[in-house]
């Protein structure tokens, strides 16, 4: 994980926002912390004063959603902050899902080996679906082109001594649908 | 307006009409957003530039289809339940199905891929059961049934990573 990164913005949270004024006098609803929810799902507004914009649209003051904010990131229910690209549009065409057939008792070693690799994005354990699924390990590989994806694959494959592992690669051909979740309930946003 | 099928038509090499700012901006901000009073202005200070401009940058990006939103990505087994899906379909027939696909609630990916199940997906709800009525009532639509994947470990959850942008200026 890039926690340094991490680090470095939880020090500037604490001096950068609202100070320790106090302001906060009661906690915000269950259900204006909803409303945020939703609101922060579709992205920050972009204006100066963001976070602002987003207490008058949930309901709640500005320094309650920035401590809400800062709750969910340090409990883990926000994973990053920032930037959402679409690699797609900057060229970041080939994608590939790699999907593997790992024994039960080396599945999160493997997991854990492929997902401090560079190339892999993403890695994950998921059921085997027998007969028709017999892969319970995925992983992401995102490249500008399927060469050098491939070429990353053969070289990961290599240096982890994987090649035993009965492997295959699903290149995406065309995306449908590309975004960020929503969890919130319909008319709860 | 934050969850509509990529159009076919986009210009997809967008990395050329970044510059410098642009892809400072996109390698340092894909994480640590600044939770303070004015987040852009804190960027603006770290790049050396000015808050309006940083604003009007990321309006860019998003008007040019680089930039999805600025903002948070949910840890998907808290914020919600989430799982990875598949159908087999005719692929002649694979637009149509992905239509369906694209119209249930709660779907935020939705890919073609190069394998016998050929539709991947992955479908949102606020919690479980939703997340079963969901899958059900869209797998009554699609007729064929519907890979069910949950994730049952995450090794590696976090889609951001280096970009190549000189291997991009190449491509």
Sequence with gaps: MKTTNDLEFA???????????????????????????????????????????LAEQ????????????RRWQADGMIKRLGLVVKHRRLGIQANAMVVWNVPDERV???GRRLARET??????????????????????IHGA????????????????????????????????????????????? | MHCQAPNSQAPTHQARKL??????????????????????HTIAERLGSSEAEIIARLERLQALGVLSRVGPVFDHARAGASLLAAVAVPE???????????????????????????????MTAPDETELVARLDGLEARLGVPILRLPMLEGYHIDLSFPIPWAELERA
């Design chain 1, 58 to 69: 949930a309901g709640m003051a500005e320094d309650q959603v920035m401590t809400c904010v």
């Design chain 1, 145 to 189: 082109r399927r060469e050098r994806v491939e070429a990353e694959l053969a070289d990961i494959v290599e240096r982890l001594g994987l090649g035993g592992l009965e492997h295959r690669v699903l290149f995406s051909t065309h995306a449908y649908r590309q975004c960020g979740g929503r969890y919130v309930r319909e008319g709860e946003a």
């Design chain 2, 19 to 40: 510059d410098a700012l642009d892809r400072r901006l996109i390698d340092s901000y894909q994480r640590g957003l600044p939770v303070c009073t004015r987040p852009f």
């Design chain 2, 92 to 122: 002649a027939e694979r637009d149509a199905f992905a239509e369906l696909i694209n119209a249930a609630p709660g779907v935020n990916h939705n890919y073609a891929r190069e394998h016998d199940f050929n539709l991947w997906f992955v």
């Design chain 1, 11 to 53: 020090a500037t949270g604490a001096t950068g926002a609202t100070g320790a004024t106090g302001a906060t006098c009661h906690a915000p609803s269950a259900e204006a912390e909803r409303r945020l929810r939703g609101l922060l799902e579709q992205g920050l507004p972009l204006d100066q004063r963001p976070w602002r914009t």
């Design chain 1, 108 to 110: 999160a070693e493997v």
């Design chain 1, 119 to 140: 190339a892999v994005t993403l890695c994950y354990r998921r059921p085997r679906r027998l007969p028709d699924w017999p892969y319970n390990l995925f992983c992401m």
